[in-house]
């Protein structure tokens, strides 16, 4: 690790949702104040329910959002100060459907090749050089480079797209689901390949997963996001061994295992996720809390720190209705 590279800073971000023609527009708090710091060379994971705001964290990050208020950082620096092309040397995205990703009308070269082209690198000469040695890189074989995306696999195109963002060697990447669009004999292949390229080139990842296995495996510290929040953070050894938040607990417990005699597991959750347009009270994740006690519904709890990162949580906050509890 040699420091921080991308940093949030209480980033919330807030949309207007119509409520009606007659009755204007309802607030929709989609992140809501979120800190984090990204070191350089660590993957982050990034997890939670769908709706919780991962997305629209990571297009923040990338300069595609501009928050509500808070700050986002990158070496420092406030995004503002970037130029845009400048932010996407920097960081670029990894898309979840590599199906819908790239332009069926163009070739692979050529789909590779356009970051080198927007982003005006004044070398024009050397870009299919360099487009052919990044495809051997991602294990793409040179025959593909007039190959169009409806005559290459799944993997292969997902392959292209992981080219197309390391062309112009960013630092940091953020791979929004880049495997669940994959059959699952490929998924593997290219969380290796994922792995391998961090190793090789230096990058660091904002993995975004559904996925607890392939979180598990790839990355180094996981934030547990709930209704726009990160109710959680901890390595990774941590979190899947000891994890402090309720509803980081109940994420774990529903986990399929492959013992079909075990069935389908019940995280206590119930089936409906809370409403975004009219959160609960207090700690919003208290409607489905087992351990929630009488001010949860009232006081919004704060980030308690423990040995390994920090749960918002009012179980831990001696301050606030109990004794912390042992970290």
């Known amino acids: 690790m040699s420091g ?35 070191e350089q060379g660590e993957v982050l994971g990034l997890v939670g329910e769908s709706g919780c705001g991962k997305t629209t964290l990571a297009r923040m990050m990338l300069g595609l959002l501009q928050p509500t208020s ?22 670029q995205p990894i898309f979840q459907d590599p199906y819908s990703s790239l332009n069926p009308r163009k070739s692979v070269g050529t789909i590779i ?25 991602v ?25 197309r963002a390391l062309i112009n060697r960013p630092q940091v990447v953020i791979c929004d689901e880049p495997t669940s669009a994959l059959d699952v004999s490929v998924q593997s292949q290219i969380l290796n ?10 990058l660091t990842y904002v993995l975004i997963s559904h996925n607890l296995a392939v979180v598990e495996h790839m990355a180094t510290r996981v ?6 929040r990160i109710v959680e953070a901890a390595d990774t050894d941590s979190l899947f061994n000891s994890p402090r938040h309720p509803y980081t607990q109940a994420l774990l417990q529903s986990v399929l295992t492959p013992d079909p005699s075990l069935g389908v597991p019940d ?56 004794p912390r509890l042992a970290s």
């Open 139 to 163: 294990g793409l074989p040179g025959r593909h480079y007039n190959s169009y995306p409806n005559q290459l696999s799944g993997g292969q195109r997902q392959r292209v797209a992981i080219a």
């Open 223 to 228: 934030a547990v996001m709930y209704l726009g």
């Open 4 to 38: 921080v590279i991308v940093e949030t800073r209480d980033v919330h971000l807030t949309f207007g949702i119509s409520a009606g023609i007659f009755r204007g527009k309802r607030p929709l708090r989609a992140v809501n104040g979120v800190s984090l710091a990204i």
């Open 267 to 322: 995280a206590q959750l119930g089936a409906a996720y809370p409403n975004p347009l009219e959160p609960p009270s207090g700690c919003t994740f208290h409607p489905r809390c087992p351990h929630a006690m009488p001010h949860c519904s009232e006081v919004a709890p704060r980030a308690v720190p423990t040995a390994v990162g920090h749960a918002e949580c009012h179980l831990y906050d001696e301050d606030q209705g109990r």
């Open 113 to 137: 090749s356009l970051p080198l082209r927007v982003q005006s690198d004044p070398r024009p000469e050397t870009w299919r050089q360099r487009v052919e040695e990044i495809m051997a890189l």
């Open 70 to 91: 808070g700050t986002i950082l990158i070496k420092g620096r406030p995004i503002q100060e970037f130029e845009r092309l400048e932010v996407a040397r920097l960081l």
């Open 193 to 202: 390949l994922l792995q391998d390229l961090r190793r090789e080139l230096g």
